[in-house]
T-cell receptor, first 115, second 113 residues
Framework: NAGVTQTPKFQVLKTGQSMTLQCAQD?????MYWYRQDPGMGLRLIYY???????DKGEVPNGYNVSRLNKREFSLRLESAAPSQTSVYFC??????????????FGPGTRLTVL | GNSVTQMEGPVTLSEEAFLTINCTYT??????LFWYVQYPGEGLQLLLK?????DKGSNKGFEATYRKETTSFHLEKGSVQVSDSAVYFC????????????FGDGTTLTVKP
């Protein structure tokens, strides 16, 4: 049981390049999330998906797109990377609340630098 | 909307000192409350949770009590260790809307030997 996995762990891009961050969970969770974490800014929600086939914008969606490929996988795409997107990106998942608290399970993160 | 306000850091303590990190929240209805911990270079992991008023969550010597009357969920530990050095996040989930959570800004704890 791997939990939430993310690839790659590290990435360096040049301004204008594109890339896709991959996330997968093996806990049969309905909901998945993408966050970015910047120093002094806490966690900011980029996009989320309540179920397979649905996605919604979070707090900071500009410059990103997402795909919920199936129940397990939720990818984040940067179409034209900018230095302001240098950050640590976390994927998370949770079960839709069933009376057991709804905590989120996080992946180990992708450390992205845009030059 | 929902919000979480937690004690600003950083916090520096000596080993075996008492720890309190304050957390207050604003939410409609009956949210679930969480403390997450993030060790250097890692993702967040759940430390403890409470799902209803007056519940006490506890784990690894840490405790927090869900206080609806003061809308608080303060984290405490009686005797911290160097290994407790990490960033601590308070969070709530209102149990609707795709299970979205609202996180505080995090408090960095450093414990010195």
């Amino acid at each position: 049981n791997a939990g939430v996995t993310q690839t790659p762990k590290f990435q360096v891009l040049k301004t204008g390049q594109s890339m896709t961050l991959q996330c997968a969970q093996d806990m049969n969770h309905n909901s998945m999330y993408w966050y970015r974490q910047d120093p002094g800014m806490g966690l900011r929600l980029i996009y989320y998906s309540a179920s397979e086939g649905t996605t919604d914008k979070g707090e900071v969606p500009n410059g990103y797109n997402v795909s919920r490929l199936n129940k397990r996988e939720f990818s984040l795409r940067l179409e034209s990377a900018a230095p302001s997107q240098t950050s640590v990106y976390f994927c998370a998942s949770s079960a839709i609340w069933t009376g057991e608290g709804g905590e989120q399970f996080f992946g180990p993160g992708t450390r992205l630098t845009v030059l | 909307g929902n919000s979480v306000t937690q004690m600003e850091g950083p916090v520096t303590l000596s080993e075996e000192a008492f720890l309190t990190i304050n957390c207050t929240y604003t939410a409609t209805g009956y949210p679930s409350l969480f403390w997450y911990v993030q060790y250097p270079g890692e993702g967040l992991q759940l430390l403890l949770k409470a799902t209803k008023a007056d519940d006490k969550g506890s784990n690894k010597g840490f405790e927090a009590t869900y206080r609806k009357e003061t809308t608080s969920f303060h984290l405490e530990k009686g005797s911290v260790q160097v290994s407790d050095s990490a960033v601590y996040f308070c969070a709530l989930s209102d149990n609707t809307n795709a299970g979205k959570s609202t996180f505080g800004d995090g408090t960095t704890l450093t414990v010195k030997p």
